[in-house]
């Protein structure tokens, strides 16, 4: 058997907090002004109080309302899968397991946190919210999940993926999401995710009626996202795996990565990968400070691996990768050593997609493709020592909308930063 697939009544009814199974607690996120310890008032303009709440929660568990059980429900458990072709293909002794978050109707991990998000700012009172998007991925969840609550969703996509991808903005526009290029007061910069949010905290920030979404980084994103590893766990027993051992998946601002691997930091010995681009190396070269979220320094400051909230990094095609900073849990992870962080350029990473598609038949989205050329590394080096090893991985979105890059490197434009 090579697919492993839970009924609808074993979705998980609530959220694994790693935040109390941390070596030691973390450091808190300071006001932007003051630099002293942020309180819950400093972001009430921005979020809903239950999302504040989970925010710095340490309860061990925290239940998933029914409401958004129900919209889950749509595409979730999503599938686990044994890639028995890839590991003919690579005729390595591992057995690789990925799971499939591109079953979702935006395509990716990203609806897993858009539908919460959308259900707590509604249940509030907030009928707008405003967000940003790298490879259009999360504004598409987002106007998914606005669009099942009635609510309007503004979208600031960074430029150089506005350019790229049309199709992702019509596909917002489909849910009724409303798409601006970012910055919207440089029509000739590219644009990145720091300054896609300085633009849409902006927005939130000067209207009553509006609150301001993040696809990634804050802990309550990642909590959202532990669905992903809690389904893993059981169907990884199912397919008669004690336990992985090791976990991978690419790594923008950590919440795919954090949703898969969360529910295995207490297990010793389990490994646990992030993957990111050369082009952008937060992890594997930024620096461990205080920094801001987002190029203007609007944000609060937060503990984080950062390469300066000014850096603009190029424009590869993993849009959604291209983020200066990273989650403070995954980065006190990594900086712990309770992470392996490593990066790798895009050459290598959509030879791994082309290898992936020709064996699995799925194309994966770019962002994807960084953890599938980790595992085929893993996958290499256990058939050079000839050890059995369980390689689990994220197929956090397909690349159906990402065509343009194939064609890129399928006929020698793309630029191997
Ligand atoms: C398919 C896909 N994977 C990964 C990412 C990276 O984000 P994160 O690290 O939060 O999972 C994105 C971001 O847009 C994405 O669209």
């Keep these: 058997m090579s697919r492993f697939i839970l ?7 609530a959220w694994f907090n790693v935040l109390p199974r941390l070596e030691s607690p973390m450091e808190p996120p300071l006001h932007p002004g003051t630099r002293e310890p942020i309180g819950p008032d400093d972001l009430t303009p921005l979020f809903p109080m239950a999302l504040i709440a989970q925010e710095v929660s340490t309860d061990p568990w925290i239940d998933i309302p029914g409401e958004v ?29 990925f799971k499939d978050e591109s079953v979702s109707p935006a395509g990716s991990h990203k609806p897993n946190t858009a539908v919460p998000q959308a259900f707590y700012n509604k249940a509030e009172g907030v009928t707008r919210l405003t967000t940003e998007t790298g490879a259009g991925q999360w504004g598409t969840a987002l106007s998914f999940a606005t669009s099942q609550y009635d609510m309007e969703c503004k979208v600031y996509m960074v430029r150089a993926s506005y350019d790229q991808k049309p199709y992702r903005k019509i596909m917002m526009e489909v849910w009724g999401g409303e798409v601006v290029p970012s910055p919207v007061d440089e029509p000739d910069h590219p644009g990145s995710l720091g300054a896609a949010i300085s633009d849409a905290v902006r927005d939130a920030v000067g209207r009553d009626d509006t609150h301001y979404a993040l696809g990634s980084v804050l802990n309550h994103v990642l909590l959202h996202q532990t669905v992903i590893g809690l389904e893993a766990r059981d169907q990884l027993k199912l397919a008669g795996e004690s336990h992985p051992d090791v976990v991978i998946a690419p790594c923008g601002g950590g919440s795919n990565l954090g949703g898969l691997a969360f529910p295995f930091v207490p297990d010793e010995g389990v490994r646990l990968v992030a993957v990111e681009p050369a082009s952008c190396p937060t992890l594997t070269e930024g620096r461990f400070e205080y920094d801001f979220g987002d190029t203007a320094g609007m944000t609060p400051l937060l503990p984080m691996y950062t390469l300066g909230h000014d850096f603009v990094p190029p424009s590869i095609h993993a849009g959604g990768l291209r983020y200066h900073g990273d989650s403070p849990i995954i980065s006190k ?21 082309l290898q992936f598609a020709r064996s699995e038949g799925k194309v994966p989205a770019p962002e994807a493709a960084h953890g599938i050329a980790k595992v085929i590394d893993e996958a290499l080096a256990a058939k050079e020592s000839g050890e059995e090893r369980v390689i689990l991985f994220n197929y956090c979105g397909h690349g159906h909308l990402d065509l343009a890059a194939y064609d890129d490197y399928l006929h020698g434009r793309l630029i191997d930063a």
């Design 7 to 13: 009924a609808e009544d074993q979705l998980p009814t």
């Design 69 to 97: 059980l129900d919209i889950l429900k749509l595409w979730r458990p999503t599938p686990l899968v044994r890639a028995e072709r890839l590991e003919a293909a690579l005729g390595t002794p591992a057995r690789i397991y």
């Design 333 to 353: 992870l990594v900086k712990d050593g309770r992470m392996e962080a490593i990066a790798y350029p895009q050459g290598k990473v959509f030879e791994a997609a």
